[in-house]
């Protein structure tokens, strides 16, 4: 099966420009081929990671990985899909951010200098050398501002107002295809479905300044079966960082994804062989429960590593089984002399960070999502004490996904 037919049959391919064009090239050559990641965070979030499991199955069938880290680019920020343009970052901080990037990619791509090892390259270094004039006059010559205000990537800024910084991002993103092709003979530029407009203007600019065919392809963004966005935890994005999702918390999501959801998720975000998913397919019902650990233990272990994924997965039975305060999972240390006499448990929680307010607190408790050790906590006005600390610790479950150890200390 050529690796164009591996992606087909997960479902990662959203739009192609020239479907039986790739399949062939991806067929009969070895190509070099790039994603584009803008550092605007000093870590990379599950969407990055769909990213990264595309580029892993292309570099499994013998092809090139460009990694091209947006050090340019991100200096202008892209509009696509935002309400209110982006924050301006400095030089410093996108540079320590594309540094963490290096860092975390280089756990799921081969990067070297053999054949087919991933090449890692910084648009700063072209792009931030530009002068503008000579800019406009070879590049933005050749773009219809007509056909620009039809993108997609521009709509949802049109009606709140389009930046004109911003307007040069596809010319930018463009340019770096342009760019690549000539230094790397890069022939095709992959990116989420809401990157289309951006790759198809780097096709367009290729083709009338070289003359030479190259390709684009999307894939699926991340979103579940009611069409929404995933990724999103109470705490905000899922990121790849340990420091700002724990490996715990980090399985939890995955573990706990909507039935009709699980079976997708295994095909896009694992490397699970289609024929042991297609008998996962057959399951419903409480049988999906171990499917979802299987997809929680295989995206935690790419992400973290075995040793952290075997440990989430050992808290997770601990607290869904015997219910045990010993298991390896986020940690709050509570002082005795802040637990006292006693401390309700409404403050317990707000002092955990498990809610944002005691008001939020109170509804949990009131709509029977708190439980203790595995005992459901009814009452707002709980107390909790020495005694109630078994083994000097306490396991907090908030609804189904959010657990949390005290430690007393």
């Not at 975000?269 to 429960?289: D, S």
């Not at 709509?367 to 396991?395: H, N, R, Y």
């Amino acid at each position: 099966m050529s690796v164009y037919d591996t992606l087909k049959e997960r479902g990662l391919i959203a739009q192609t420009t020239h479907d039986e064009e790739i399949r062939e090239l991806l067929e009969k050559e070895k190509i070099n081929f790039y994603i584009g990641f803008d550092p605007t965070a000093d870590s990379l979030h599950i969407g990055h990671f769909m990213q990264l499991v595309v580029m892993k199955h292309m570099q499994n069938a013998g092809h090139t990985p460009i990694v091209l880290l947006g050090g340019g680019t991100t200096m202008v920020g892209d509009p696509t899909g935002k309400a209110d343009m982006r924050p301006m970052i400095s030089q410093e901080t996108i540079q320590h951010n594309a540094d963490r990037f290096k860092e975390q990619m280089s756990r799921f791509i081969e990067f070297g200098d053999g054949p087919g090892k991933a090449k890692m390259v910084n648009n700063a270094d072209w792009l931030l050398k530009l002068n503008y004039v000579d800019f406009l006059r070879e590049v933005g010559v050749h773009f219809s501002v007509n056909r620009m205000l039809t993108a997609e990537c521009f709509k949802t800024r049109m009606e709140k107002g389009l930046s004109f910084l911003e307007f040069n991002y596809m010319l930018m993103q463009s340019y770096d295809f342009y760019k690549l092709n000539q230094d790397y003979d890069c022939k095709m530029e992959f990116g989420g479905d809401d990157q289309w407009s951006n790759i198809i203007g780097g096709i367009e600019l290729i083709r009338k300044k070289a003359g030479k065919s190259v390709y684009g392809m999307t894939f699926t963004l991340l979103t579940n079966s009611e069409g929404k966005k995933m990724g999103k935890t109470e705490k905000g994005a899922l990121w790849l960082d340990a420091e700002k999702v724990s490996p715990y918390d980090f399985y939890q999501y995955w573990r706990n994804v909507d039935d009709r959801d699980v079976i997708r998720m295994l095909k896009l975000m694992t490397f699970v062989p289609m024929e042991e998913i297609r008998e996962y397919e057959k399951l419903e019902g409480q049988e999906l429960n171990k499917v979802k650990a299987i997809l929680a233990f295989e995206v935690t272990k790419m992400v973290h590593g075995e040793e952290e994924a075997k440990k989430a997965q050992e808290a997770a039975r601990s607290v869904f089984g015997a219910g045990t305060a010993n298991a390896n999972m986020p940690t709050f240390e509570l002082s005795r002399e802040k637990l006292g006499e006693g401390i309700n448990i409404i403050d317990l929680m707000a002092e955990a960070g498990l809610v944002p307010s005691k008001g939020e607190g109170r509804r949990v408790i009131q709509q029977g999502g708190l439980s203790i050790d595995g005992e459901k906590i009814t009452d707002i006005a709980a107390t909790i004490t020495e005694d109630s600390f078994k083994d000097g610790a306490i396991v907090i479950k908030k609804g189904k996904k959010v657990h949390i150890k005290v430690v007393l200390v």
